[in-house]
């Protein structure tokens, strides 16, 4: 995990209005929210290792299940999870096998992440700032 600076970090918003911003860039809400903290995931690879853009988030005024949620965003971080490669009986990877290898625990959940994913991460972070702050 690389833990990434950001202008977002303590600012509160509309969970609608992140989602209408946030999800055409590509990010999804993951899927391991709670009623009151989530996260937003942008996949930034996935070649054998999984590497996510993630920003947290936590209800603030409402709960997540509900209409209307204020969320209050934390420190952004860069993650990496490598999960088993599987591969069918002629020696192909097999799209049943890769479908339940995103449910497996991962190989090593907490991969390191190389400089170019670390670059690319702020880079993507920086593009985030400027949909979200409005401009002055």
Not at 26 to 52: A, C, E, H, P, R
Not at 63 to 81: A, I, M, N, Q
Not at 105 to 110: F, G, Q, V
């Amino acid at each position: 995990m690389v833990p990434l600076e950001s202008r977002l970090e303590n600012k509160i918003y509309s969970l609608y209005v992140l989602e209408e911003i946030l999800k055409p860039e590509g990010f999804v809400i993951g899927s391991n929210w709670d009623y009151d903290k989530g996260y937003f995931d942008l996949k930034m690879d996935d070649q054998g290792t999984y590497y996510f853009l993630r920003i947290p988030f936590y209800a603030v005024q409402g709960s997540l299940d509900f209409p209307g949620v204020t969320v209050r965003l934390e420190k952004p971080f860069l993650l990496g999870h490598q999960y088993q490669s599987g591969y069918d009986s002629k020696g192909s990877a097999g799209l049943v096998q890769d479908t339940f290898n995103q449910f497996q625990a991962p190989t090593d959940p907490d991969t390191e992440i190389p400089e170019e994913y670390i670059d690319s991460g702020k880079a993507l972070m920086k593009k985030v700032e400027d949909l979200v702050i409005p401009r002055d």
